[in-house]
């Protein structure tokens, strides 16, 4: 903060040396008084004093003296891979920012586009105005290869992971459990179908239109485990050809029913192709609940866009920036990535089956 000038040429910043004297202290008891330090004996009433000397004046201290005296600059960037503006990367963003600006600490943050020049570049730019440490953000839950540069400070990865290093996540597994328990204390055991999958021979850390195998893999990984606990298993898969999107959900349903293979509940890996089943069973003469339920993940805005109201599983994107950022500002290292559970947000589309599957 520049203050409003004394003097005729312009604005210039207020010193240390001025607010003590304002305050009729010497200038290391001022000094002692802003920053709250406890080395020097200073009464209260002399505390603030110089306070009031500081806020008359505008005086804000010299962040550069302050990072040279500290080795903090009270700054931290977020890196991220987000195409555009989404509500999950605002609520992510959002978890973080709150955290931080309660510690007082800056948030820088910084959009890659998937660019690893990019991405190095503005690193290298970040690392050169001495942030304390870095947020390295995956808008989808994924493994990720970091740029060397990230090993220069303190990170957290978020939403993402990669070898030893701390990390949070949503707890996809306890979802996928979540997900199954539901639809068992309906009543459903013989017909259940999951809806979602990727491409023959897809492996690996590549993300596929915007989805890596993590996700996937622990979201059936938690379904299985809990439907073997109750003596039953998945009737089947539905398979995705291209996107997980509306189109290929109705597509993929729609594929599943012309074949004589009627569910009495489907399990979709996200909302929108939950949203695609519901077309389909429409389609089909097949309502929800009553004679299919659905379930969805992701806890998305579409939850809200068909009747009945849809149930599905959420992803907690606020509080994972909030538990990121305070392992950041508390140079956490667990050994392992802390998982954050997903609540279930009930809608109205699960009830008990009206037959049996």
């Known amino acids: 903060m520049v203050s409003s000038g004394h003097g005729q040429g312009g604005t210039r910043r207020v010193t240390l040396?001025?607010?003590?004297?304002?305050?009729?202290?010497?200038?290391?008891?001022?000094?002692?008084?802003?920053?709250?330090?406890?080395?020097?004996?200073?009464?209260?009433?002399?505390?603030?004093?110089?306070?009031?000397?500081?806020?008359?004046?505008?005086?804000s201290p010299n962040t550069t003296a302050?990072?040279?005296?500290t080795g903090k600059s009270g700054t931290v960037a977020l890196i991220s891979d987000f195409i555009g503006t989404t509500s999950f990367a605002n609520a992510m963003v959002r978890g973080a920012l709150q955290t931080l600006r309660a510690a007082n600490t800056l948030l820088y943050t910084v959009d890659t586009q998937g660019d690893p020049e990019v991405e190095a570049k503005l690193l290298q730019n970040l690392l050169d105005r001495d942030v304390d440490g870095f947020l390295y953000a995956s808008m989808f839950t994924r493994h990720v290869d970091l740029p060397p540069l990230t090993r220069n400070a303190p990170l957290v990865l978020l939403n993402c992971v990669s070898s030893d290093v701390a990390a949070v996540i949503p707890d996809e597994r306890a979802a996928g459990e979540t997900a199954a328990s539901v639809l068992l204390d309906a009543g459903h055991r013989d017909a259940i179908w999951f809806v979602g999958s990727f491409p023959p021979g897809f492996t690996g850390a590549a993300v596929w239109n915007g989805w890596s195998p993590l996700a996937l893999t622990e979201r059936l990984d938690g379904i299985e485990t809990?439907?073997?606990?109750?003596?039953?298993?998945?009737?089947?898969?539905?398979p995705i050809e291209t996107d997980w999107d509306v189109e290929n959900g109705r597509a993929a349903v729609t594929r599943t029913l012309s074949a004589g293979r009627v569910p009495t509940a489907l399990i979709c890996?996200?909302?929108?192709?939950?949203?695609?089943?519901?077309?389909?069973?429409?389609?089909?003469?097949?309502?929800?609940?009553?004679?299919?339920?659905?379930?969805?993940?992701?806890?998305s805005p579409l939850t809200q866009a068909v009747l009945p109201r849809l149930t599905s599983v959420a992803l907690p994107?606020?509080?994972?920036?909030?538990i990121a950022a305070e392992m950041l500002l508390?140079?956490?290292?667990?050994?392992?990535?802390?998982?954050?559970?997903?609540?279930?947000?009930r809608g109205a589309s699960v009830s008990a089956p009206s037959r049996l599957g």
């Open 317 to 322: 994107y606020e509080e994972l920036g909030r």
């Open 269 to 299: 890996a996200n909302d929108a192709l939950a949203v695609g089943a519901y077309h389909a069973l429409s389609d089909a003469g097949l309502r929800v609940p009553h004679d299919v339920s659905v379930i969805g993940f992701d806890g």
């Open 330 to 345: 508390q140079d956490a290292r667990p050994s392992l990535p802390v998982r954050v559970p997903m609540p279930l947000v």
């Open 66 to 69: 302050k990072t040279l005296r």
């Open 226 to 238: 809990r439907l073997r606990k109750a003596g039953t298993a998945l009737a089947g898969t539905m």
């Open 17 to 59: 040396t001025e607010v003590a004297r304002r305050a009729g202290v010497s200038r290391s008891a001022a000094s002692f008084a802003l920053n709250g330090r406890t080395d020097l004996r200073i009464s209260e009433e002399t505390s603030a004093r110089v306070r009031l000397a500081a806020e008359e004046l505008g005086y």
